[in-house]
């Protein structure tokens, strides 16, 4: 076998230099590959850390709405329960009262006739009684002191006192 020739070698050495440059370019290709995935990788997991404590804060705040909410849902239910009661008492109120309103309301369609019968018998109440007289003195032009339309009973009551007006309302 014959020796290479110096061409040969300074091709070989050139070509090898030229694998080493490429090597070495790609092992720091490499590098930054893997420091670009570790940083992508560390990014990754933080975002992943702060995506899960933000998923727990809603969680918790859900949590603590779903609880004020229950709360106020209990509280209207009882102010509810409290205002039917009140309806009912005030329904069974209302049914006590309905038939005095009833009675006022006839008493107040009465009120007209009623004033006018007090009011006549304030003016025979003012009049007085007639003066008393002998019955077997009668007064000239005057009825008799027995009615015309008499029964005859009245002869046992001649004991009772004369009849005043008056008002007892």
């Given amino acids: 076998m014959s020796a290479p020739q110096p061409l040969q070698i300074r091709e070989a050495n050139a070509h090898l230099a030229a ?6 370019e790609l092992e720091a290709r490499l590098d930054a590959a ?3 995935v570790r ?3 560390e990014r990754l997991a933080r975002h992943d850390q702060q995506l ?3 998923l727990d804060e809603l969680g918790r705040a859900k949590d603590c709405e779903l609880a004020a909410l229950q709360e106020q849902l209990l509280t209207s239910e009882a102010t509810v329960r409290s205002l039917q009661a009140a ?3 005030r329904d069974e109120l209302i049914g006590q009262l309905q038939p005095r309103a009833e009675l006022l309301q006839d008493i ?3 009120r007209p006739p009623l004033a006018g019968l007090l009011a006549a018998l304030a003016e025979a109440e003012r009049l007085g009684p007639l003066p008393t007289r002998d019955p077997s003195h009668p007064l000239p032009g005057g009825p008799s002191p027995r009615l015309a339309n008499s029964t005859g009973e009245e002869e046992d009551r001649d004991h009772l006192q004369p009849a005043v007006f008056g008002t007892t309302v």
Avoid: N, S
């Fill in 39 to 41: 940083a992508q990788a």
């Fill in 87 to 89: 309806v009912r008492q």
């Fill in 52 to 54: 899960r404590a933000a």
């Fill in 34 to 36: 893997e420091r670009t």
């Fill in 108 to 110: 107040c369609r009465r």
């Fill in 19 to 24: 694998v080493h440059r490429r090597a070495a």
